[in-house]
């Protein structure tokens, strides 16, 4: 190729690349040069490109659950119980030809012994008030609580529920580290859970698992059951302890394991909603006992054959088995053979949904119920009353700690007891529904189910009669006019 044809072929090459480049800027004007386009002389829209998200890790990640746990363990606390219990002695060592062998050494009488028992708890306040287990603390004459960091006090009850097994523990302290309350009622089968107790005394003990179900009812531990269930490893000694989620806040109370026959962790363990635990909380600090509402009538579950037989969709609500006479649930117009399907606009799922609503409610609270009678539904207002088992529920306040009667706990006497004990309506009183062991009471014969009639010869018509009259004894021996069956004697309780 010449020289001549060699340049016009390069010149051709050289305006071939400048078309192409003028075009390739005319195309970078033309079509957003600032990150917008215009289509079919539509307004301009921004164009974004989409980053992955990236989310911040705690530096502990990698080592578990050490963020959970680390500002949880020092607001758990181990609970020392200790009580005086009476043992009997062997019936032959009574026997006059035994004991001329021995010189009358051994002891004609049952003897005292000490029983310890040892539990978790948790603290809510820095002021020192503490959520645990009644049945950790139940007839204890001695409370000890221990902190992490190995300091103890002596530890007081303020207050216990047994219905919903839970107590409140207070200790002389201030500036105590605490576990903030989460909200049980979000919980979700799934959700990780986390436990701290002192299992078998060992010590403080962190374990993992999940919520493996919620609302659990039925297993006739307590009156009220609404439990958590979870496979974090519980023991015996975890009771009272904290049961957390992955937010380090405490949504349950430790309570209950189903052991079979090994005693120990099968990975079925129970805990007590922490809404439920603060509610009876809130009411011991304000009442020194939990006051709940009441309707006075017996339901049962509503099974495939009763739904047939009373026309209703099975499942639903609760059956009314009873009515008390003379009830809230009486005097609203409540029958045998309703079924109640609604509270306050709510549907009821069983009888125990009824019963923890109920529970939950303030005596004197009018409610709206939705019922079927004979397949027809109805709806009726009931003024809910105060349980039986709410007054007087706790040790009288009127009998201090040097009262021969200190310790005894009474309740009101209603028709429904009385039916229970066999006797009639003219009978007037207290009923005794716990005599602490070797107290002046338990010494002088006084037993649970008795009716105290009297104090000091004066008559007894309620709760408010007795602690006024034990008051008023102060530490002087007491007569009581006790009714055991329907027979009526005279006891006298000397103080110790």
Same mark, same amino acid.
């Given at each position: 190729?010449?020289?001549?044809?060699?340049? #016009?072929?390069?010149?051709?090459?050289?305006?071939?690349?400048? @078309?192409?480049?003028?075009?390739?800027?005319?195309? =970078?004007? /033309?079509?957003?040069?600032?990150?917008? +386009?215009?289509?079919?002389?539509?307004?301009?829209?921004?164009?974004?490109?989409?980053?992955? %998200?990236? +989310?911040? *890790?705690?530096?502990?990640?990698?080592?578990?659950?050490?963020?959970?746990?680390?500002?949880?363990?020092?607001?758990?606390?181990?609970?020392?119980?200790?009580?005086?219990?009476?043992?009997?002695?062997?019936?032959?060592?009574?026997?006059?030809?035994?004991?001329?062998?021995?010189?009358?050494?051994?002891?004609?009488?049952?003897?005292?012994?000490?029983?310890?028992? $040892?539990?978790?708890?948790?603290?809510? !306040?820095?002021?020192?008030?503490?959520?645990?287990?009644?049945?950790?603390?139940?007839?204890?004459?001695?409370?000890?609580?221990?902190?992490?960091?190995?300091?103890?006090?002596?530890?007081? @009850? &303020?207050?216990?529920?047994?219905?919903?097994?839970? /107590?409140?523990?207070?200790?002389?302290?201030?500036?105590?580290?605490?576990?903030?309350?989460?909200?049980? !009622?979000?919980?979700?089968?799934?959700?990780?859970? $986390?436990?701290?107790?002192?299992?078998?005394? =060992?010590?403080?003990?962190?374990?993992?698992? &999940? *919520?493996?179900?919620?609302?659990?009812?039925?297993?006739?531990?307590?009156?009220?059951?609404?439990?958590?269930?979870?496979?974090? /490893?519980?023991?015996?000694?975890?009771?009272?302890?904290?049961?957390?989620?992955?937010?380090?806040?405490?949504?349950?109370?430790?309570?209950? &394991?189903? !052991?079979?026959?090994?005693?120990?962790?099968?990975?079925?363990?129970?805990?007590?909603?922490?809404?439920?635990?603060?509610?009876?909380?809130?009411? *011991? $600090?304000?009442?020194?006992?939990?006051? #709940?509402?009441?309707?006075?009538?017996?339901?049962?579950?509503?099974?495939?054959?009763?739904?047939?037989?009373?026309?209703?969709?099975?499942?639903?609500?609760?059956?009314?088995?009873?009515?008390?006479?003379?009830?809230?649930?009486?005097?609203?117009?409540? %029958?045998?053979?309703?079924?109640?399907?609604?509270?306050?606009?709510?549907?009821?799922?069983?009888?125990?949904?009824?019963?923890?609503?109920?529970?939950?409610?303030?005596?004197?609270?009018?409610?709206?119920?939705?019922?079927?009678?004979?397949?027809?539904?109805?709806?009726?207002?009931?003024?809910?009353?105060?349980?039986?088992?709410?007054?007087?529920?706790?040790?009288?306040?009127?009998?201090?700690?040097?009262?021969?009667?200190?310790?005894?706990? =009474?309740?009101?006497?209603?028709?429904?007891?009385?039916? %229970?004990?066999?006797?009639?309506?003219?009978?007037?009183?207290?009923?005794?529904?716990?005599?602490?062991?070797?107290?002046?009471?338990?010494?002088?014969?006084?037993?649970?189910?008795?009716?105290?009639?009297?104090?000091? +010869?004066?008559? =007894?018509?309620?709760?408010?009669?007795?602690? +006024?009259?034990?008051?008023?004894?102060?530490?002087?021996?007491? @007569?009581?006019?006790?009714?055991?069956?329907?027979?009526?004697?005279?006891?006298?309780?000397?103080?110790?």
């Amino acid at each position: 190729m010449s020289v001549k044809a060699l340049f #016009r072929q390069s010149a051709k090459m050289v305006i071939l690349a400048a @078309v192409i480049l003028i075009g390739g800027l005319l195309v =970078v004007f /033309a079509f957003g040069g600032a990150g917008h +386009r215009l289509l079919d002389g539509s307004k301009i829209v921004p164009i974004y490109v989409a980053h992955a %998200q990236t +989310r911040a *890790i705690d530096p502990s990640a990698e080592y578990g659950f050490a963020s959970v746990f680390k500002p949880a363990l020092p607001a758990v606390v181990s609970i020392a119980s200790s009580r005086i219990v009476k043992v009997p002695q062997t019936p032959f060592f009574n026997d006059p030809f035994f004991q001329q062998f021995f010189g009358g050494q051994f002891p004609s009488g049952p003897k005292e012994q000490r029983e310890g028992g $040892l539990g978790s708890g948790v603290i809510v !306040s820095p002021d020192g008030y503490i959520l645990t287990n009644n049945h950790v603390i139940a007839k204890a004459t001695d409370i000890k609580v221990m902190l992490a960091d190995k300091r103890e006090f002596p530890g007081k @009850v &303020i207050g216990a529920d047994p219905k919903t097994d839970i /107590a409140v523990v207070k200790i002389a302290a201030t500036g105590l580290p605490t576990i903030p309350l989460g909200d049980s !009622s979000k919980l979700q089968v799934g959700d990780y859970a $986390l436990a701290i107790g002192n299992p078998f005394g =060992v010590g403080e003990t962190g374990t993992m698992g &999940i *919520i493996s179900a919620t609302g659990r009812n039925g297993l006739d531990i307590e009156d009220y059951e609404d439990f958590i269930q979870t496979d974090a /490893a519980i023991n015996p000694g975890n009771s009272g302890g904290a049961l957390l989620n992955i937010r380090g806040e405490l949504i349950g109370i430790n309570t209950a &394991i189903l !052991s079979g026959n090994s005693g120990g962790n099968q990975g079925i363990g129970f805990a007590i909603p922490i809404n439920m635990a603060k509610y009876v909380m809130e009411h *011991i $600090l304000k009442n020194g006992k939990v006051v #709940r509402g009441y309707i006075g009538v017996g339901i049962q579950e509503v099974t495939p054959s009763l739904a047939k037989a009373f026309h209703v969709p099975p499942e639903t609500g609760a059956l009314v088995g009873s009515v008390e006479h003379d009830s809230p649930g009486a005097k609203a117009g409540l %029958q045998r053979g309703d079924v109640i399907t609604e509270l306050d606009g709510q549907p009821l799922s069983d009888p125990n949904d009824l019963r923890l609503r109920v529970g939950t409610m303030t005596p004197g609270t009018t409610v709206q119920l939705k019922i079927l009678r004979n397949g027809e539904a109805r709806e009726m207002t009931l003024t809910l009353g105060e349980g039986p088992g709410n007054k007087g529920s706790n040790s009288s306040p009127g009998a201090s700690e040097n009262s021969p009667m200190s310790g005894v706990q =009474v309740d009101e006497l209603n028709a429904d007891t009385r039916q %229970q004990l066999g006797l009639g309506p003219e009978v007037k009183g207290v009923v005794v529904t716990d005599v602490p062991d070797a107290s002046p009471a338990a010494e002088a014969g006084l037993q649970r189910e008795d009716v105290i009639e009297q104090v000091n +010869r004066q008559p =007894v018509n309620s709760v408010a009669d007795y602690q +006024r009259l034990i008051r008023q004894a102060g530490k002087e021996p007491l @007569v009581l006019l006790i009714n055991r069956g329907g027979t009526t004697t005279f006891m006298v309780v000397q103080p110790m």
